[in-house]
């Protein structure tokens, strides 16, 4: 299984065809956007799902980033750290997000509990 931690909107290129990321560790992945099973952002998520490996690297970022979600085919995982706000590259990496994965882009939530 693939899971990477990807810190900041310059590590995202949002191609027409694929979603190149480079993580923390070094290496970069270009996903073709067919290969996205499910993506979205997931603020509610943090704290409560712990990803050995990831969630150590990008908890610095928590108060500063939001987190977006990527499950991708063969058991790939990132989580991304865009930078909260309303710059430019960010709202060009979420609409090539809505753009390309229409409905397997979504927010993400954790079930409330009565």
């Known amino acids: 299984m693939n899971s990477d931690a990807v810190i900041g909107c310059d590590a995202v290129d949002a191609g027409s ?5 480079k993580t923390v ?3 970069t992945r270009t996903i073709p956007w067919s290969a996205i099973r499910l993506a979205g952002m997931g603020s509610e998520l ?3 799902v712990t990803i050995e ?4 690297k990008v908890a610095p970022f928590l108060p500063t980033h939001d987190s977006l979600w990527i499950v991708y ?4 995982f990132a989580q991304v750290m865009i930078e909260k706000g309303t710059s430019a590259k960010r709202s060009a990496i979420l609409a090539a997000f809505a753009k390309n994965l229409d409905e397997r882009c979504r927010t993400m939530s954790l079930p409330h509990r009565s």
């Open 17 to 21: 065809e694929w979603l190149r990321l």
């Open 73 to 76: 085919a063969e058991n790939g």
């Open 25 to 27: 560790a070094g290496l």
């Open 53 to 56: 490996g990831v969630t150590e």
């Open 46 to 48: 943090n704290g409560h």
